[in-house]
């Protein structure tokens, strides 16, 4: 309800809102120093006028004491009206207007607190002693007296003036920067409590002590008691009421708020803020909760763009620490896929049209090596380099890689491109490591497999097969594959022949289940 009505003023009044707080809290110690006045004259029961004239005097010097002390801090409430009527505030006028907003209250009060109480408490203790009869002894009671409502009055007017000046925090929040510069200047929690329950409790005992003895001429010790009893339970309440109404705004909602934001990060979505509402410890949990969430954001989008030109699954190894630093050596298949006749069908293609073709070419193979839990090592002009069995080991990586070159070639030739291609396998040791310089790293794998894999490729153009694999990944196969041999073939850069051999196609294994039956 008190929210709802202090965003209202502040809509309706602006820039001139923080003025109209001062009234409230004006009027608000106006009323503590008349009820104070009225308190102690129960423990000297003076008659009505002398009662009137003394809260009179403590009402007019409370709030001349109150004016002087917001008086005081009229430069920064200057500033902070004008970046309330500015349309585009700069971030760094938002945090120094947030700087100010947030330590307002505090700095009002820690310049001016003493001054406030000497003005409103002396006076008033001095018009009490002429006017109550009450002689110097009674006069130091009462300035003694009086100090104990001050107290209150000064903790009640901080926690008051924080609670009025929340809108104006809110909006200037809004509008913040998540790497502002954070230092807190505010009241810790510790020095508020500290604070607040002294003063809380010894004012309750001052009104206890009050109201009881308006009732102290019944001599029956338990009734006196059983007053004692209520007068205390019915003030515990109230004052217990009072401040924890007071502390939970400025204590509870700052971590509830936190905690809601922290609910939204779990269910994924990284664009959760919490406001930054105070200047001190719970400030700074929340500017390190929106940092916390920004750095989320950033990683989560570094993560979307590193996979859009890395592998996701090495993006995955990589940020979990899965991915050695130093090479490590081991067993793979390697496949190399190719665009036959891709430079004639580039020459005759504008180049908007050859950059699609080739995206829509790769769209329809990479997804394809990755549901056989292999990864992309690279594209290399038209074609690209796969590998199954790192860094994670497959131990069927051999059948992984043929059954996703043979779903490569099914994808491709089905489209409505018209380009075929090839695809040759190798299997055996390689290593593995992440290889580059110069700040720039690419997980990948090298060795003579790797080599072999393109020579076998390109000799696809020479057998007139869609895909070829060696020996080597033949013998590592784990599950039964119709295979037939192509000889042993001469390989650049290999002092020896290879083996290689090629899937038996549909029409192939029916034409040889006839043969046999001839």
Same mark, same amino acid.
Request: aromatic content about 6%; overall charge negative; some cysteine.
């Given at each position: 309800?008190?929210?709802?009505?202090?965003?209202?003023?502040?809509?309706?009044?602006?820039?001139?809102?923080?003025?109209?707080?001062?009234?409230?809290?004006?009027?608000?110690?106006?009323?503590?120093?008349?009820?104070?006045?009225?308190?102690?004259?129960?423990?000297?029961?003076?008659?009505?006028? #002398? &009662?009137? @004239?003394?809260?009179?005097?403590? /009402? *007019?010097?409370?709030?001349?004491? !109150?004016? $002087?002390? +917001?008086?005081?801090?009229?430069?920064?409430?200057?500033?902070?009206?004008?970046?309330?009527?500015?349309?585009?505030?700069?971030?760094?006028?938002?945090?120094?207007?947030?700087?100010?907003?947030?330590?307002?209250?505090?700095?009002?009060?820690?310049?001016?607190?003493?001054?406030?109480?000497?003005?409103?408490?002396?006076?008033?203790?001095?018009?009490?002693?002429?006017?109550?009869?009450?002689?110097?002894?009674?006069?130091?009671?009462?300035?003694?007296?009086?100090?104990?409502?001050?107290?209150?009055?000064?903790?009640?007017?901080?926690?008051?003036?924080?609670?009025?000046?929340?809108?104006?925090?809110?909006?200037?929040?809004?509008?913040?920067?998540?790497?502002?510069?954070?230092?807190?200047?505010?009241?810790?929690?510790?020095?508020?409590?500290?604070? #607040? &329950?002294? @003063?809380?409790?010894?004012?309750? /005992? *001052?009104?206890?002590?009050?109201? !009881?003895? $308006?009732? +102290?001429?019944?001599?029956?010790?338990?009734?006196?008691?059983?007053?004692?009893?209520?007068?205390?339970?019915?003030?515990?309440?109230?004052?217990?009421?009072?401040?924890?109404?007071?502390?939970?705004?400025?204590?509870?909602?700052?971590?509830?708020?936190?905690?809601?934001?922290?609910?939204?990060?779990?269910?994924?979505?990284?664009?959760?803020?919490?406001?930054?509402?105070?200047?001190?410890?719970?400030?700074?949990?929340?500017?390190?909760?929106?940092?916390?969430?920004?750095?989320?954001?950033?990683?989560?989008?570094?993560?979307?763009?590193?996979?859009?030109?890395?592998?996701?699954?090495?993006?995955?190894?990589?940020?979990?620490?899965?991915?050695?630093?130093?090479?490590?050596?081991?067993?793979?298949?390697?496949?190399?896929?190719?665009?036959?006749?891709?430079?004639?069908?580039?020459?005759?293609?504008? /180049?908007?049209?050859?950059?699609?073709?080739?995206?829509?070419?790769?769209?329809?193979?990479?997804?394809?090596?990755?549901?056989?839990?292999?990864?992309?090592?690279?594209?290399?002009?038209?074609?690209?380099?796969?590998?199954?069995?790192?860094?994670?080991?497959?131990?069927?990586?051999?059948?992984?890689?043929?059954?996703?070159?043979?779903?490569?070639?099914?994808?491709?030739?089905?489209?409505?491109?018209?380009?075929?291609?090839?695809?040759?396998?190798?299997?055996?040791?390689?290593?593995?490591?992440?290889?580059?310089?110069?700040?720039?790293?690419?997980?990948?794998?090298?060795?003579?497999?790797?080599?072999?894999?393109?020579?076998?490729?390109?000799?696809?153009?020479?057998?007139?097969?869609?895909?070829?694999?060696?020996?080597?990944?033949?013998?590592?196969?784990?599950?039964?594959?119709?295979?037939?041999?192509?000889?042993?073939?001469?390989?650049?850069?290999?002092?020896?022949?290879?083996?290689?051999?090629?899937?038996?196609?549909?029409?192939?294994?029916?034409?040889?289940?006839?043969?046999?039956?001839?």
């Amino acid at each position: 309800m008190i929210d709802h009505l202090t965003r209202r003023g502040y809509a309706a009044l602006g820039s001139r809102y923080p003025v109209a707080v001062v009234g409230v809290t004006v009027a608000e110690s106006v009323g503590i120093a008349v009820i104070s006045v009225a308190i102690i004259a129960t423990f000297y029961r003076p008659d009505l006028a #002398a &009662v009137a @004239a003394v809260a009179g005097v403590g /009402a *007019v010097m409370t709030a001349c004491s !109150v004016v $002087l002390s +917001a008086w005081r801090a009229r430069d920064e409430r200057r500033q902070l009206g004008e970046w309330i009527r500015r349309s585009h505030p700069t971030p760094r006028e938002t945090a120094q207007a947030w700087e100010v907003v947030t330590t307002l209250t505090l700095e009002q009060y820690r310049r001016s607190s003493a001054v406030v109480v000497l003005l409103s408490v002396v006076p008033t203790g001095l018009a009490a002693a002429a006017w109550w009869d009450i002689g110097w002894g009674g006069l130091a009671a009462v300035l003694l007296a009086g100090m104990i409502p001050g107290l209150y009055a000064t903790v009640l007017s901080y926690s008051i003036g924080e609670r009025l000046l929340l809108p104006v925090v809110e909006h200037v929040a809004s509008s913040l920067p998540d790497d502002f510069t954070f230092s807190p200047r505010g009241l810790p929690l510790r020095k508020r409590l500290m604070l #607040a &329950v002294p @003063a809380y409790t010894t004012t309750s /005992a *001052v009104l206890v002590g009050g109201l !009881v003895g $308006l009732g +102290a001429d019944d001599g029956s010790p338990s009734g006196r008691l059983a007053l004692t009893v209520g007068v205390s339970m019915a003030i515990g309440l109230f004052m217990s009421f009072e401040l924890t109404g007071l502390l939970a705004g400025s204590i509870t909602r700052p971590l509830l708020d936190v905690r809601t934001q922290l609910a939204r990060v779990r269910d994924g979505d990284l664009t959760a803020r919490t406001p930054v509402l105070s200047n001190d410890e719970l400030g700074e949990l929340a500017r390190d909760f929106n940092t916390m969430a920004r750095d989320l954001a950033e990683r989560e989008e570094l993560r979307e763009h590193f996979g859009t030109y890395v592998d996701r699954e090495i993006v995955r190894l990589i940020l979990a620490g899965e991915v050695p630093q130093e090479g490590f050596e081991v067993e793979v298949s390697v496949l190399f896929v190719d665009v036959r006749g891709f430079t004639r069908y580039a020459e005759r293609r504008p /180049a908007p049209e050859v950059v699609e073709t080739l995206n829509g070419l790769f769209a329809e193979m990479v997804p394809v090596v990755e549901a056989y839990g292999g990864h992309v090592d690279k594209f290399i002009g038209d074609g690209l380099m796969a590998v199954f069995g790192a860094p994670a080991p497959q131990p069927d990586h051999a059948d992984r890689a043929l059954d996703a070159a043979r779903m490569i070639l099914d994808a491709v030739h089905l489209g409505s491109t018209g380009l075929r291609v090839a695809a040759g396998i190798n299997s055996g040791p390689v290593v593995a490591g992440p290889i580059g310089g110069a700040g720039r790293l690419n997980f990948s794998v090298i060795g003579d497999v790797v080599n072999v894999a393109a020579r076998v490729e390109a000799a696809t153009r020479d057998t007139g097969d869609d895909v070829l694999l060696t020996a080597a990944t033949r013998d590592l196969l784990t599950r039964p594959h119709a295979l037939v041999s192509r000889g042993e073939l001469a390989l650049k850069g290999k002092s020896q022949p290879v083996e290689v051999l090629a899937p038996v196609s549909t029409v192939e294994r029916d034409l040889v289940a006839e043969a046999s039956t001839v």
